[in-house]
């Protein structure tokens, strides 16, 4: 399985940006597709994740302000945010996994996002 993101970049505090992953490869389906960030100097952290059918789940401080979506044609997870602060400024992994299979767990390669005050 490969996971390819893109969307990432610099940008000022309040504007937007939307990332999106593409899946390729041995796609099961039923599967969990998230987002995770990790700040300089910090661990990797959930953001979001969204379920085969829609169920989406996100941790408290970019609710309200995120939004993630995808499109099981296209095995692609997208994330919309909006009103960016600079706390938000990390690199962004995209990730599939299986709840069923532990093996199951891939990662993409991170885009950066950067968010000036």
């Known amino acids: 399985v490969q996971l390819q993101a893109s969307g990432g970049g610099l940008v000022q505090a309040g504007r937007s940006l939307r990332l999106s992953c593409a899946a390729s490869?041995?796609?099961?389906?039923?599967?969990?597709m998230g987002w995770y960030r990790q700040a300089p100097g910090k661990q990797r952290d959930l953001v979001a994740t969204i379920t085969t059918a829609g169920t989406s789940n996100y941790v408290d401080s970019v609710k309200g302000r995120f939004t993630i979506s995808r499109d099981n044609a296209k095995n692609t997870v997208y994330l919309q945010m909006n009103s960016l602060k600079p706390e938000d400024t990390a690199v962004y992994y995209c990730n599939v996994r299986n709840i069923r299979n532990s093996n199951y767990n891939y990662w993409g390669q991170g885009t950066q996002v950067t968010v000036s005050s």
């Open positions: 490869g041995s796609i099961v389906r039923t599967n969990i």
